[in-house]
């Protein structure tokens, strides 16, 4: 398994692996689905591109005989920390260890070209599963929580109104 940093290629597969991975009932194959909770998309062409196009951030993807099988997203947030997002695992092959492989090369990336000593990210507060999957690489709960985006259909169309983030972080 390769993995690489994305490039503007790449991003109309990447926006279909993230899709699949995250939304509908493509996403009910694996355990790592938003799809009870939002309908809608996860994200689009245009932010993707946008992402790839930052220099301050990246998204990396695993690629396998099948292509683009993972990614991730890694955002450096200020001098000492950087956010890591998008995790996405084809719903094929999931609980293979890529998804954990992914957030070692981001944890990595966030050291080496954006100097960061701590990564963050957020979770839906309703995923218990996801959020213990964390915990378990390292992450903690850190006490704050985030709105979520509720009227914003550019990240999901929800189906409760109580949504909303809860802040994980891990020294690196």
């Not at 009932?25 to 245009?46: C, F, N, Y």
């Amino acid at each position: 398994m390769e993995i690489r940093r994305a490039g503007l290629a790449d991003i109309v597969t990447l926006h279909r692996l993230v899709e699949r991975s995250y939304r509908g009932d493509s996403a009910r194959k694996g355990w790592t689905h938003e799809a009870d909770l939002l309908g809608g998309q996860r994200t689009d062409v245009e932010a993707l591109s946008q992402i790839v196009g930052d220099p301050a951030q990246r998204i990396l993807v695993a690629i396998s005989a099948k292509g683009i099988v993972g990614c991730v997203h890694v955002n450096q947030k200020d001098v000492h920390t950087a956010y890591l997002g998008l995790l996405s695992v084809d719903p094929d092959v999931q609980t293979g260890g890529l998804g954990k492989s992914l957030i070692f090369e981001a944890e990595q990336l966030a050291r080496s070209e954006f100097g960061a000593r701590m990564m963050e990210m957020t979770v839906i507060s309703q995923r218990g599963e996801l959020i213990a999957y964390y915990e378990r690489r390292g992450y903690a709960l850190t006490g704050e929580s985030r709105a979520f985006p509720l009227d914003d259909e550019r990240f999901g169309l929800p189906v409760t109104r109580d949504l909303s983030f809860v802040v994980l972080a891990k020294v690196l």
